[in-house]
Structure formats: C-alpha cells, structure tokens
C-alpha cells in the first residue's frame, strides 16, 4: 500500500451485552476483535450474520447494548456515530458502486472524503485497482462492469481508504473461480498490512481457511 495517510488504527472493535434486532429476529452478542484479527462469523442462513454486520457498520442500530472501537463507543445509550464517520472499511454483499463513476474515481471516493488530495487518491486508488488486476477497466464506468469486477472495485474502495476496521459479507462470493484464490489471497495481505479489526461473513471454509485468525459460528 502506498501510505499517503495516516494509519487509521483506533484499537479494538467491541460489543457488550448487544441486541440487534430485525423484525422479530434477535440476536444478542459479546464480541472484542483486537486489531489485525479476522474474526470470520459463520452459519445457516438466517442465522444474522448479516443484521450483525450492519449492527457493526452502523445501518442497523443496535436495540441495546454498545458498541465501541477503541474504547469510543459508536453506538450505545448516550452516543450514535453514523456509518460515515466510523472509519469503516465495507464490502457489501451488493457492491453498490456509483455507477455513473469510473472504478478509479469510485476507488477514490472514500480518500477523498478523508481529505485526501484528488491527485493523490487518485494514484492510490490506481495502485489498489492495479493490484486487483483491474487496471484495465479503472476508466470504465462501474456500470459497465461485470458482477465480478464490481465486487473487486468494492474490495479496493473498501480497502484503499484507511479504514479503521473492516467488514467483508461474502466478498468473494461473486468472482469467478479463476480470480477468487488471487483475490482472498491479496486481500489477506492487505488486512495484514492494515492490522486492523476485521469481520469477515462467509460460508465458505477457503475463505475462513485463508482469512480469518479466529471463528464463530451463529445459530
Ligand atoms: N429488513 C428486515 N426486516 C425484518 N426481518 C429481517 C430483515 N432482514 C432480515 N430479516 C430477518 O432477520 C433474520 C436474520 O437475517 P440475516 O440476513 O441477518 O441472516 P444471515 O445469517 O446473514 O443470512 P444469510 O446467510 O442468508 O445472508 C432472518 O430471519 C431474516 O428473515
């Protein structure tokens, strides 16, 4: 990774005594993901591992409880930090990506949004495509994209903008078989590098194999 910012490590993403709750759905978690974990959360569908992940990005409040990163709490009884200033790194299950931008400036967006000048998060953001053997379509619009292409673009703006912890729900799950060993290999490197809290929601056991430092399983 090219460093044009600082390292954004804030410490270890926990919850306590939390409650996330969709519809008449419930689960209730204690979790602590010290930085440079992947902690990879497994289990039946349904199980809410998804409703999890967005209790931790912050779409999804938590019904009690708290969470916290580095002892700042981001969610609880007296505090709520929206999604966008939590520092998280996400990759979705659908990639959404602003279609009517290039992967590159897509890549760039969130360096920008930490005050990255444009030049800079432009390089970086050319670096990180080049390493997710996209360099070839970084000018393209992401509409224009295949499925799986998309979802390395999402990989790279997740990853390329110093995020403080990261979230990945089923990153590979869309890449064609020939890239998915490349691509869960890089992005082991690059939660390596970045040793920061990771949750990683998969059902695949290469993933856990590859990525994860520790699991749970829900359900
Ligand atoms: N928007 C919603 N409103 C109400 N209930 C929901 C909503 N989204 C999900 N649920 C329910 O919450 C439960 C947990 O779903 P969630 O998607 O978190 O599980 P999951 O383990 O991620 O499943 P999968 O592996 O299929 O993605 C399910 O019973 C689901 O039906």
Same mark, same amino acid.
């Given at each position: 990774?090219t ?5 954004a ?8 005594d939390?409650? $996330? ?13 010290? =930085?440079?974990?992947?902690?990879a959360?497994?289990?039946?569908? &349904?199980? &809410?591992?998804s409703?999890l ?7 999804l =409040? ?6 916290s990163l580095?002892?700042?709490v981001?969610? *609880?009884?007296? @505090?709520? $930090?929206?999604?966008?200033? /939590? *520092?998280? *790194?996400? !990759?979705p ?8 931008l290039s992967? !590159?400036?897509?890549?760039a967006?969130g360096?920008?949004?930490r005050?990255?000048? /444009? /030049?800079v ?5 050319a670096?990180?495509?080049d390493?997710?053997?996209l360099?070839?379509r ?9 499925? &799986?292409q998309s979802?390395? !673009?999402?990989?790279? /703006? ?8 990261v979230?990945?729900?089923e =990153?590979?799950?869309?890449l064609?078989?020939?890239?998915r @060993?490349? $691509?869960?290999a890089? !992005?082991?490197? @690059?939660?390596?590098?970045? %040793?920061v ?8 056991? %290469?993933? $856990?194999? @590859?990525?994860?430092?520790?699991a749970?399983?829900?359900?």
């Open positions: 990774m460093g044009a910012t600082a390292p490590g804030r410490g270890a993403l926990e919850l306590r939390a409650v $996330v709750r969709r519809g008449d759905f419930e689960v209730r978690l204690d979790l602590r993901v010290d =930085p440079g974990e992947v902690l959360l497994t289990g039946p569908n &349904g199980t &809410g591992k409703s992940l967005a209790a931790l990005a912050g779409t =409040p938590l019904a009690s409880g708290s969470l580095g002892g700042e981001l969610d *609880g009884v007296a @505090a709520w $930090v929206p999604p966008e200033r /939590r *520092g998280v *790194g996400l !990759v299950q659908q990639h959404l990506l602003f279609g009517h992967a !590159v400036e897509n890549v967006y360096l920008r949004a005050g990255v000048r /444009r /030049r998060a432009r390089a970086e953001a670096g990180w495509l390493r997710l053997g360099s070839d970084a000018h393209l619009r992401a509409d224009a994209l295949s499925g &799986g979802q390395r !673009v999402a990989i790279a /703006r997740a990853l390329a903008a110093h995020p403080a912890y979230l990945l729900d =990153p590979f799950a869309a064609d078989v020939g890239v @060993a490349d $691509v869960r890089l !992005v082991a490197d @690059a939660l390596r590098e970045l %040793a809290p990771a949750v990683l929601v998969t059902h695949d056991e %290469a993933d $856990v194999d @590859a990525l994860a430092t520790r749970v399983a829900l359900g």
